[in-house]
């Protein structure tokens, strides 16, 4: 999974998602080259879900279902 910047240029590529006990961790490349392991642990992800709106949590349950009007990040 790629995440882009505004300008469309790749700023992470995750390479896996994984449990770690109690946490969710991510392993990817940040700017195509520095390796980078972040964890979240579940208080910080109901920080996360705080600063979303109700109609931005439909809509990134209705995302996963969407296809990509233009080529990602472009």
């Known amino acids: 999974m790629k995440i882009y910047a ?3 240029s790749e700023l992470m590529d995750v ?3 994984q449990r770690d006990g109690n946490k ?8 195509q080259s520095m390796p ?3 964890r979240l642990t579940p ?7 705080k600063l979303m709106s109700f ?3 439909i809509f990134l349950i209705s995302f996963l279902f969407r296809s990509s009007s ?3 990040g472009k």
């Open 15 to 17: 390479s896996a998602i």
């Open 24 to 31: 969710l961790m991510v392993k990817g490349k940040i700017f």
């Open 36 to 38: 980078m392991t972040a």
């Open 70 to 72: 233009k080529k990602a």
């Open 6 to 8: 505004q300008d469309g």
């Open 55 to 57: 109609s931005t949590i």
């Open 43 to 49: 208080e910080e992800a109901r920080k996360g879900l």
